[in-house]
């Protein structure tokens, strides 16, 4: 995701685990995997596999009706358990089809079944409900002029829907959107059926593969939808207002897709998934984000030169690979996702639009220091403030992991790092991988333990010398930037 960096508290991530277990009724289990960065995120009692999600939309200023059905598998013996929600009323629960006892707490809903559910047994629970779109600003639903669309990076999923609101926990989805039959409906994965009746038209989208909560898209809006093929026939659909006066502009910065992805499979392999695209939000947001297999992007910034424009639409393809088929086991391996995608937009830049790679990576390195001392090391960085939960987005996951990366590269070669980025996306595909799966994986294909190398870079406090240039200072005197052109990599959430 690109966006706007933000300054942070430092309430520590136990001390928001007690207050969320204390805040939670009796008998309910504590809310949470227990994430460093988000304690009360997800739920360790059980494993989604599939969310079905219903919406009807009555416009961007009222709220949707929504059902979620949600098949899992129980971890535990469960006699009470919670899901991530939030910005919705509840109507209704059900869990094995039978009506369940439920109450909200902060940000979770609490269900109690009618009988317990054995460890090991199917988990299905459906919640009718509704999901407000004007209920705040920090993340979730997008009010666009004409409809809607979704944010829900980092944690703000669950401002839509019920979840397991947690990387950890992916699944595959469906939507089905009802909307007026003037609007289109666009969501992650294919379209499976359109059917029209009477005024409305309802939408059915499937995902192939499973993906994370925090990467679920539905837009809904007056959109065009274009149609192309990239490498390998895959199918690719871009999403723009139906009435933009800029088509032709948007159009073909849009066409740029197909090489690219073509650039990113020459470095990492094949793309991973059913099809991408990109969606065109007429709004202003302050970010891009990587949603699985549909892109969010401002229009203006699409509307940019090729050259600002173009490599933060590898930044966030790369994501494709880095964060969405591979997705981090925890939230602060998030740096998996930003350096990785830093370091391909940082190589497209410097390979398409005639920069010097180098003069990148040092500019960058020379305010290092600054950035870690801001917001910690790349792959441990600090906590969100208790009243700004997309606070881990600073530069330390972006410009400290891509340096991380480039320095890597330097330490083993070109050739065996190309071989770790192809393992890696490879032997993790549709799962998830913590740092020390990277770093193990970086040891076994180098032929050397890189634990000591690696941990510095990624967890140490100071910057580390740069392999191959001794006389590369970080003295935080000039910013570290990603920006390889106009176009901050930065990021909301």
Not at 301 to 324: I, K, N, R, Y
Not at 470 to 487: E, F, I, L, Q, Y
Request: one cysteine or more; proline letters at 7%; glycine letters at 8%.
């Amino acid at each position: 995701m690109i966006g706007h960096y933000a300054r942070r508290g430092t309430l520590t991530a136990f001390a928001v685990l007690v207050l969320t277990a204390a805040a939670l009724p009796g008998g309910a289990s504590p809310a949470g995997v227990g994430d460093r960065l988000y304690p009360d995120l997800g739920n360790a009692g059980y494993d989604v596999f599939n969310y079905d999600i219903t919406f009807d939309y009555h416009g961007n200023d009222q709220p949707l009706d929504a059902v979620t059905r949600i098949d899992a598998l129980a971890k535990d013996n469960l006699t009470s358990f919670d899901l991530d929600f939030a910005r919705g009323t509840v109507r209704s629960v059900q869990v094995n089809g039978r009506p369940a006892q439920y109450s909200t707490e902060r940000e979770e809903l609490v269900i109690t079944p009618g009988m317990p559910v054995p460890a090991g047994s199917r988990l299905r629970i459906t919640v009718t409900h509704t999901s407000d779109p004007k209920a705040g600003d920090d993340g979730g639903w997008i009010r666009t002029p004409d409809g809607l669309a979704m944010a829900n990076q980092a944690d703000a999923a669950h401002r839509v829907f019920p979840c397991s609101d947690h990387p950890s926990d992916k699944a595959r989805f469906a939507f089905h959107v009802t909307a007026p039959k003037d609007l289109t409906v666009v969501a992650n994965g294919l379209r499976e059926a359109e059917v029209t009746g009477g005024p409305a038209t309802t939408w059915t989208y499937r995902t192939s593969h499973p993906m994370a909560t925090e990467l679920a898209q539905v837009s809904i809006g007056h959109s065009t939808v274009l149609h192309r093929t990239g490498p390998h026939g895959l199918p690719l659909r871009d999403v723009i207002g139906a009435a933009d006066n800029d088509k032709d502009k948007l159009e073909k910065r849009l066409a740029l897709t197909s090489g690219q992805i073509d650039w990113m499979e020459k470095q990492v392999g094949p793309y991973p998934f059913e099809t991408y695209g990109i969606l065109s939000v007429d709004t202003t947001t302050g970010f891009e984000l990587e949603t699985e297999t549909l892109s969010l992007f401002e229009r203006h910034v699409l509307l940019a030169s090729e050259a600002d424009t173009a490599p933060v639409m590898v930044h966030e393809l790369a994501h494709q690979w880095f964060g969405d088929s591979v997705t981090p086991a925890s939230w602060s391996d998030v740096w998996l996702n930003e350096g990785h995608a830093t370091w391909y937009q940082w190589l497209y830049a410097a390979e398409k639009y005639g920069l010097k790679l180098e003069d990148l990576v040092r500019t960058a390195y020379r305010g290092d220091r600054k950035v870690r001392d801001a917001g910690g090391p790349p792959a441990a960085p600090l906590p969100p403030a208790a009243n700004d939960k997309l606070g881990i987005f600073r530069p330390n996951i972006y410009v400290s992991g891509a340096l991380a990366l480039y320095a890597l590269r330097t330490e083993i070669g070109p050739a065996a790092f190309k071989r770790l980025e192809r393992a890696w996306v490879t032997r993790h595909r549709d799962g998830n991988a913590s740092t020390r799966d990277f770093i193990a994986l970086a040891s076994q294909i180098s032929g050397r333990d890189l634990t000591g190398f690696l941990d510095a870079w990624l967890y140490g406090k100071d910057t580390p010398p740069m392999p191959g240039h001794s006389d590369w200072k970080s003295d935080g005197t000039a910013p570290a930037t990603s920006k390889p052109h106009g176009v901050s990599i930065t990021k909301h959430a």
